[in-house]
């Protein structure tokens, strides 16, 4: 099916950039240049998780030994993935020191301004998303969309998760998602911890971080921090004409198993014109590891948000695709849902798009990176 040619006006793109930016400063908290600057050239104490008490008492409960050994695992998995990522991709800051939640406690209880925090937490309703009338800033529909994160150390790591065969790969973002977070230390409280005193945050696209969650929240916290800092103007516009014709001498990933499965590897192609390759998750782990240049990458991010209605009430995720490039630190391109499931996920509940990457985003990334005709 070959591509439709269709122009986009100047005013169109800016339309386009300001949908994007609104809808990535309700999912991502983005530093001012006084926090970017305070914490700049500073330690970054590197959060690692260790076994949560009470995560296994209630795995003992159930008598499910085998997602213990699970649960021990991954967290094993997880730090070694987190150091590795941080050693090979972390350049905000010279030195990178690993500590676990109770060390952690130590210095925020001391009051310490001498270093930064990077670490994974859990949000969820209730403890992580406030809800409306919370008397931060409203949005329209009724919804707030500022999320919290409670420091009692570790990632909830649910034992209704873990009870789950396929629990790795969870996706029910119905109670919330994983963020990747930047503090100052002495702005941190045990207890629940507003957004408007974290440095940065990031929502990842996996709850449990996989090696991929992982880089995009590295990476994309320092893009952040270091966007912030910057002292000349941006034209937004140009920016992402630009960024346009970088996708198309991209080669795409995209992971098999998120990738829709009415979709074949064929239509894909035949839909999206440019390089593109279909692969397994190892192989997009490794790929975007790696980070070479040429490459960029198709990240399925959640924005979740609380709503309290008549019609509905608890968590909904909108479903963004990001063409995330490792190598250049950033996302060149957002594809929202559409705009009349955004609206009705607003006002309705339920999602906004799939955590799939399915027909419509090929199409739509299709005709934004084609040329347009004069």
Same mark, same amino acid.
């Given at each position: 099916m070959a591509a439709k040619k269709f122009k986009l006006s100047s005013w169109t793109l800016i339309i386009i950039c300001s949908l994007s930016v609104q809808l990535l400063s309700a999912q991502d908290e983005l530093p001012d240049k006084k926090e970017a600057t305070a914490a700049q050239d500073k330690p970054v104490i590197v959060q690692i998780e260790v076994p949560n008490v009470k995560v296994i008492e209630k795995l003992q409960k159930k008598k499910n030994v085998d997602a213990i050994?699970?649960? !021990?695992?991954?967290?094993? !998995?997880?730090?070694? &993935?987190? +150091?590795?990522?941080?050693?090979?991709?972390?350049?905000?800051? @010279?030195?990178?020191?690993?500590?676990?939640? @109770?060390?952690? &406690?130590?210095?925020? @209880?001391? !009051?310490?301004?001498?270093?930064?925090?990077? $670490?994974?937490?859990t949000t969820s309703i209730g403890t992580g998303m406030i809800h409306n009338g919370?008397?931060?800033?409203?949005?329209?529909?009724?919804?707030?969309?500022?999320?919290?994160?409670?420091?009692?150390?570790?990632?909830?790591?649910?034992?209704?998760e873990l009870k789950e065969e396929n629990w790795e790969d969870d996706r029910d973002y119905w109670n919330g998602n994983t963020i990747?977070?930047?503090?100052?230390?002495? +702005?941190?409280?045990?207890?629940?911890m507003k957004t408007p005193d974290v440095v940065a945050r990031v929502a990842l696209p996996e709850i449990f971080p996989d090696t991929a969650s992982v880089v995009y929240g590295v990476k994309m916290v320092q893009h952040y921090l270091k966007s912030s800092l910057r002292t000349e103007k941006i034209n937004y516009v140009q920016q992402l +004409?630009?960024?346009?014709?970088?996708?198309?001498?991209?080669?795409?990933?995209?992971?098999?198993? $998120?990738? @829709?499965p009415e979709l074949s590897e064929q239509e894909v192609k035949k839909i999206y014109t440019y390089p593109i390759r279909i692969v397994s998750k190892s192989e997009y782990e490794t790929a975007i590891f790696n980070g070479e240049d040429g490459n960029a990458f198709i990240v399925i991010a959640p924005q979740v948000v609380a709503l309290t209605y008549a019609f509905h009430s608890g968590g909904s995720a909108l479903f963004n695709n990001y063409v995330f490039d490792?190598?250049?630190?950033?996302?060149?391109?957002?594809?929202? #849902? #559409?705009?009349?499931?955004?609206y009705k996920t607003l006002y309705?509940?339920? %999602?906004?798009?799939? #955590?799939?990457? %399915?027909?419509?985003?090929?199409?739509?990334? %299709?005709?934004?990176? &084609?040329?347009?005709? +004069?």
């Open positions: 050994t699970a649960y !021990k695992k991954a967290l094993e !998995k997880y730090n070694v &993935t987190m +150091k590795a990522v941080m050693d090979k991709y972390w350049k905000f800051s @010279d030195q990178i020191l690993y500590m676990t939640p @109770d060390e952690i &406690t130590t210095l925020i @209880d001391s !009051k310490s301004t001498e270093y930064v925090i990077i $670490r994974c937490a919370s008397g931060a800033a409203y949005n329209p529909g009724g919804t707030q969309m500022v999320a919290t994160s409670e420091y009692g150390g570790n990632l909830n790591w649910s034992y209704t990747m977070e930047f503090w100052r230390v002495e +702005k941190m409280k045990k207890g629940l +004409k630009a960024d346009y014709a970088l996708v198309r001498s991209k080669t795409v990933y995209v992971r098999s198993d $998120r990738l @829709d490792v190598y250049l630190s950033r996302s060149l391109v957002m594809i929202g #849902p #559409p705009i009349s499931s955004y309705l509940g339920g %999602n906004a798009g799939k #955590p799939l990457a %399915n027909e419509r985003v090929f199409e739509v990334l %299709n005709k934004a990176v &084609t040329p347009q005709e +004069k």
